[in-house]
């Protein structure tokens, strides 16, 4: 099982690095594969004013530092065929945001990257959908695909999770994220930001592990309620490590009753 973990949006270079390397010695603590993600541009945010990160030049050029110092791989949302590009030159992992799962301009540009991409599934969609995601990279010749769940609308200003996606989706043949903290947000829920519920990302995160996901998908910063942007769904790094514990024990349980 893989951790793809980070702060929702690059803040600024000081920070970003700090909570990288803070979030590589946790996981090289319990073992776990870690992937450092942060946002260069949130480029869909419920207010104009809201912060957005500093761009894909400078924010390339603080993942790149990020991947060279700390050896880890980076990953960070695309939202165009020619960022798709650019964005390759430095990303280990491209990924798709879930509003733009569908986009296949997009979806060709990432693929043609030959970089591995990560597709967070639309709130939209069915997990049965993600088949035709799926091949409209297959058909660049593109097969380092990833699948996130990330929970689905039900309703005004919620989501759910339907963890038979899990299954679904991975009977597609790629390994399948689980996003817990992106799963417990309140969509435009605090009317011009989205609002959270952090209090049940353990477990939504257990219940993933238990089901078998191939990984988990976890935005974690120091000091959530400073956050410029999804501080009530992001997890507090001083409670990272508890909770990988527990999710690594079923983990590894899991794996047990399955040999």
């Not at 793809?4 to 996981?27: D, H, Q, S, W, Y």
């Not at 030159?89 to 879930?98: E, K, R, W």
Request: charged residues 25%.
């Amino acid at each position: 099982m893989v951790l793809i973990a980070g702060p929702c949006v690059i803040e600024e270079e000081g920070n970003t690095c700090r909570m990288a390397e803070k979030l590589k010695e946790i996981a090289e603590a319990i073992q776990i594969p870690f992937i450092f993600k942060s946002s260069y541009d949130k480029a869909n945010r419920s207010h104009v004013r809201s912060f957005r990160g500093p761009g894909l030049k400078q924010g390339l050029e603080i993942l790149a530092k990020i991947q060279m110092e700390l050896k880890v791989p980076v990953v960070s949302d695309v939202h165009s065929p020619d960022e798709a590009l650019e964005a390759s030159s430095i990303l280990d992992i491209l990924q798709i945001p879930a509003f733009l799962c569908r986009q296949t301009d997009l979806l060709l540009a990432a693929g043609r990257t030959k970089r591995a991409i990560n597709v967070k599934k639309g709130q939209f969609l069915a997990p049965w959908d993600m088949k035709n995601v799926v091949e409209k990279i297959e058909s660049t010749e593109n097969f380092a695909i990833l699948l996130t769940e990330r929970g689905t609308s039900f309703g005004y200003n919620n989501l759910v999770v339907d963890f038979r996606s899990l299954p679904i989706m991975a009977d597609l043949g790629y390994p399948v994220i689980f996003d817990a903290t992106h799963s417990v947000q309140l969509p435009g829920g605090l009317g011009s930001a989205s609002g959270g519920q952090r209090q049940y990302v353990p477990a939504l995160a257990r219940a993933g592990v238990a089901v078998g996901c191939d990984g988990l998908f976890l935005e974690v910063h120091e000091d959530p309620s400073r956050a410029p942007c999804d501080g009530p769904n992001m997890l507090p790094m001083k409670d990272l490590a508890e909770i990988l514990k527990s999710l690594m024990e079923i983990h590894h349980l899991l794996r047990e009753v399955k040999h």
